[in-house]
Structure formats: C-alpha cells, structure tokens
C-alpha cells in the first residue's frame, strides 16, 4: 500500500502563486508515476500534471501549460506542483495520485492510490 498526503493548499488572488507538496510512504516502489489531478465545484475530475519517477517523463494539461511546473523531490518519494499566473478557473480541490508505471496518458480509473486533497481558492 502507498499513502499520499498533500499539503500547500490555501487561498490566493488572481495572479498569484501556490506550491502544493505530495509525500509518499508505505510500498513507494510501487508509486513510480506520480501526479496531480483536481476538481472543481459542480465539474468533473481533471488531470492536471504527472511526471515519472526519474523525472524524464513530464505531462500537463492544455489549460495548465507554461503556469504550472510538476516536479519530484531528491528521494523521489514527494512530488511538487508549483502553480504560478494563478486562475479563478484553478479553484478545485487538488488531489495526488500514483500509479507503479509511467506513461503520458493519465486516466483517473488507472491510478492505483489517491491522497485525500487539498483545496486551492483563487480568488479576481
């Protein structure tokens, strides 16, 4: 089993910048391909960042691109998302995920372990 526990969630306007942390325990060997997935109030879950474990494999979502930068720690077992130029449409509540492989597609049902969340406001 992997845990994830996220934290750096908070309110900030428009234009501004949050960092968000994901730290892994447990099999960590088993959460190769980490990411970050979101969903705001009323919509659907997105995916948003994910890199693998050595961190040659980095994808974003379109509406992320060039304001958002994923990246892993030193011991490989904690994940970074630094969010900067930041949205009223960025307000959701951002989950971590992991999964044993990595690819560049990122589809929710083939993450094997979720952490619990941490909500990002911004607010205009």
């Known amino acids: 089993q992997v845990q994830l526990v996220e934290s750096g969630g908070g309110s900030v306007q428009a234009g501004g910048s949050l960092r968000l942390s994901c730290a892994a325990s447990g099999r960590t060997s088993s959460s190769s391909a980490m990411g970050w997935f979101r969903q705001a109030p009323g919509k659907e879950s997105e995916f948003v960042a994910g890199v693998s474990r050595n961190g040659g494999g980095i994808d974003y979502a379109d509406s992320v691109k060039g304001r958002f930068t994923i990246s892993r720690g030193s011991a490989k077992n904690t994940v970074y998302l630094q969010m900067n130029s930041l949205k009223p449409e960025d307000t959701a509540v951002y989950y971590c995920?992991?999964?044993?492989?990595?690819?560049?597609?990122?589809?929710?049902?083939?993450?094997?372990?979720w952490g619990k969340g941490t909500l990002v406001t911004v607010s205009s």
């Open positions: 995920a992991a999964r044993y492989e990595y690819s560049s597609s990122w589809p929710e049902k083939g993450m094997g372990y």
